[in-house]
């Protein structure tokens, strides 16, 4: 995106990307409280994003009562969700659901089918089939490009390989715990956890999954933000 920060660009329909996607969970009354991690010094920028009809400034809280928690952000996407969990112990949530800041396009619809099935089998993602045939690379380098000698290692079944989405939903005190073991993982070895769900899977149990939407794109790329996009 050029450096800039995906969250805090406008958006056709919408102050800011953040906006948008604040506005939606905003909307649903079983939401009782939101925590956004933010840069440090971007409090007030992020604020500036989010809609009047969905949220009091004056108070810092939703519609609905519930606070909205600025929480700093860590130095990865891991840290950055260890230290919303560790913020919301106030709130005693018993379900979180965590999404990316660059989903706007998020339905509330979709964020209720993963609370319903959260509250069923205790960790719930929506997912989506690929369209390409993955394979698996025997790495080298940072890209095939960086690299001739790159070769297919392993030659993946596109049937049973899908794409995760957010927002990803956990039973509260267990995606926690699973969050601090996951980091003194990573302090022992260095492996840093590409999502929510792997954590999860890794020291609490398994993943439900439900379908996901194909309309619930993260922002990537400069083309994804335009008013005219390819779904």
């Not at 999860?200 to 994804?224: C, M, Q």
Request: proline share 6%; with cysteine; charged share 30%.
């Amino acid at each position: 995106m050029g450096g800039e920060k995906k969250e805090y660009l406008p958006l056709c329909g919408a102050n800011t990307v953040l906006g948008k996607t604040f506005s939606t969970f905003a909307s649903i009354p079983e939401i009782g409280s939101i925590a956004l991690t933010v840069s440090p010094g971007d409090k007030e920028k992020a604020k500036n994003c989010l809609p009047a009809e969905n949220y009091n400034e004056k108070q810092n809280t939703l519609h609905n009562g519930g606070p909205v928690l600025f929480v700093e952000g860590g130095a990865n996407r891991q840290a950055s969700v260890l230290n919303a969990l560790r913020c919301l112990r106030q709130c005693n949530p018993r379900i979180v659901l965590i999404h990316d800041g660059a989903r706007p396009w998020i339905k509330r619809t979709l964020i209720e089918k993963v609370i319903e099935e959260t509250r069923r089998s205790g960790a719930a993602i929506p997912v989506l089939p690929i369209i390409e045939t993955p394979k698996e690379l025997e790495i080298s380098g940072a890209r095939p490009s960086d690299n001739e000698g790159f070769f297919v290692s392993r030659h993946l079944k596109r049937s049973s390989i899908y794409t995760a989405q957010t927002p990803q939903g956990f039973l509260f005190p267990e995606i926690l715990d699973a969050h601090e073991k996951a980091r003194e993982r990573q302090e022992k070895d260095g492996n840093e956890y590409t999502d929510d769900a792997e954590i999860w899977g890794e020291f609490a149990g398994h993943v439900k999954v439900i379908e996901g939407d194909s309309e619930n794109r993260k922002i990537t790329y400069p083309l994804d933000i335009e008013c005219k996009r390819v779904i």
